[in-house]
């Protein structure tokens, strides 16, 4: 199984709303990412999970709020979104964070188109 | 920044093989050349990367030159499901910050009929 499930596939939120974004994988991927894509942009990396701990936010606006609760889920919470945050959320997992090659390979999701109004 | 270079767009035949190139003129000896794809609506898929060597695998051949500084992803024979944006992405061959996968713009490949 090389897939990784994000829920839900659409998302559409106000401002003043309070979601979350989910994210699964069942490979024992010990590390975990979320990407931002704008529309017609590349995907932009936001947070990096090794081992369920934070190793990496690239200055990330603290009304994204990521959680890894375990090795198989990472979730994103969102709260007091603007409208110019209404992009395509990406999740990601590779076997590790550090090391070399193939273990660095990253399986991403389908994502979640949210619109933020 | 991305430190690779693309063309934005290139058409392809159906049946045909396609040739995506990149350019990687500041690439260090410790860091490979990875390529993804993002077909319309999805999220990017790894396709392969490399180090010095040529590689083929069962989705593409790479092709790297002997200095390094260019290399093509070879799709032998497209089909109109290879339709999609391919980055070509060099980051190091150790793990941490530094081995984040940076996207640059990548090529638009239009495979048609």
């Known amino acids: 199984d090389t897939e990784v499930t994000q829920t839900p596939k659409h998302l559409v939120m106000g401002m003043t709303n309070k979601k979350s974004l989910k994210c699964e994988q069942h490979?024992?991927?010990?590390?975990m990412y979320w990407y931002k894509q704008k529309a017609k942009k590349p995907p932009e990396l936001m947070f990096v999970?090794?081992?369920?701990?934070?190793?990496i936010n690239e200055s990330v606006p603290s009304r994204f709020s990521p959680e890894c609760p375990n090795s198989s889920l990472l979730n994103l919470h969102l709260h007091a979104l603007q409208p110019e945050d209404s992009a395509l959320y990406l999740c990601?997992?590779?076997?590790?964070?550090?090391?070399?090659?193939?273990?660095?390979?990253?399986?991403f999701g389908p994502g979640t188109r949210l619109t933020v109004t | 920044d991305a430190k690779t270079t693309q063309p934005p767009s290139m058409d392809c035949a159906e049946g045909r093989a396609a040739n995506l190139p990149c350019n990687h003129s500041t690439i260090s000896g410790n860091e490979y050349v990875y390529w993804y794809r993002q077909i319309h609506s999805q999220g990017p898929q790894y396709i392969i990367h490399g180090l010095k060597n040529n590689e083929t695998n069962e989705m593409a051949s790479l092709i790297i030159t002997e200095d390094r500084k260019s290399s093509t992803l070879i799709l032998p024979h497209a089909t109109l499901r290879d339709t999609a944006v391919y980055y070509c992405?060099?980051?190091?061959?150790?793990?941490?910050?530094?081995?984040?996968?940076?996207f640059g713009k990548g090529t638009k490949l239009s495979v048609k009929p």
């Open positions: 992405i060099v980051r190091v061959a150790y793990g941490g910050s530094q081995g984040n996968l940076i």
């Open positions: 999970y090794s081992y369920e701990k934070l190793s």
């Open positions: 490979m024992g991927h010990r590390a």
């Open positions: 990601a997992s590779s076997q590790s964070y550090v090391g070399t090659g193939a273990r660095r390979e990253q399986y």
